[in-house]
């Protein structure tokens, strides 16, 4: 294995929400610390104050490209930040990232700085949809094979787990989202509780309780999060919450 030795560093960054009151310290310090910012457009706007001095890389470039111009910053010796919103571990940079450096046999410092998820994000919205065990399913066109999506989908779904759906819409527009809709619709009661999460921390974002049954109507976004409750979950109060259970006297 080739070893490589500098003083640059790369940190893959989790922004959340990118709204300030919702970044941990530890990831402001991280942007604060590196030259080079690389990372989404939107993405870097959220963070736009933190971005002075500093020399900014987001326009046009895939994951791969994030990850290869990192690594060669980094080899020169510069400090790298690439940003993610959410966390860079849950479908983001960093997976896209080692397996560049794994490819390329190339060993550089790296740290891994974890952000609040999408999932979770969306979840406080709408009250406690997570309150017990679920599961998280992509339905991105472009990373993953959709006959693999979809049996997972219908596994989980089968095992009454609480389901957690990204990128609702991926490139290309609505119709693995329509398809899983109609998936789910023949395994789960029509009545389940579903939250639609959208632009979750931003000026434009926006919360909607509905059900199962009217999915398919909901209005959903490009950064749209969808929360399918499980044969427990109720709505209270404008709330959607997942029972966690709990039985008195034998803790958790």
């Keep these: 294995m080739l070893t490589v030795y500098m003083i ?29 910012v690389i990372g989404h457009g939107y993405s870097l706007d959220m963070i736009h104050p933190l971005l002075e001095g500093k020399e900014v890389i987001g326009q046009g470039m895939n994951p791969l490209e994030r990850s290869t ?9 510069e400090t790298v930040a690439i940003i993610s919103s959410g966390d860079p571990g ?9 397996s560049f450096l794994k490819q390329g046999e190339i060993t550089i410092p790296v740290e891994v700085i974890p ?39 219908k596994q989980a779904a089968t095992s009454d787990f609480v389901l957690v ?10 119709e693995r989202f329509l398809a899983a809709c109609q998936a789910l619709e023949e395994l789960r009661d029509p009545c389940t509780a579903v939250g639609v999460v959208s ?22 976004t490009g950064d749209s999060l969808i929360i399918i409750g499980n044969s427990t979950t109720f709505v209270f109060d404008n709330w959607m919450i997942t029972p ?3 039985q008195p006297g034998l803790g958790y």
């Design 90 to 98: 849950i479908y983001a940079i960093a997976s896209t990232f080692f």
């Design 8 to 36: 640059g560093k790369v940190y893959l960054v989790g922004i959340g929400t990118g709204c300030p009151d919702e970044m941990t310290p530890r990831a402001t310090n991280a942007i604060t610390r590196a030259r080079v």
């Design 199 to 220: 632009g979750a921390g931003s000026d434009h974002e926006s919360a909607e309780i509905t059900t199962l049954g009217l999915l398919c109507k909901a209005a959903i």
């Design 69 to 77: 111009t990192a690594v060669e910053y980094c080899l020169k010796g």
């Design 244 to 246: 966690r259970a709990y």
């Design 165 to 174: 759906l990204y990128n609702p819409l991926g490139k290309l527009g609505r």
């Design 115 to 153: 952000g609040l998820t999408t999932s979770t994000s969306a979840a406080a919205r709408l009250g406690s949809p997570l309150g017990n065990d679920f599961a998280v399913i992509s339905l991105a066109d472009q990373a993953g094979c959709w006959s693999s999506t979809q049996e997972r989908l």
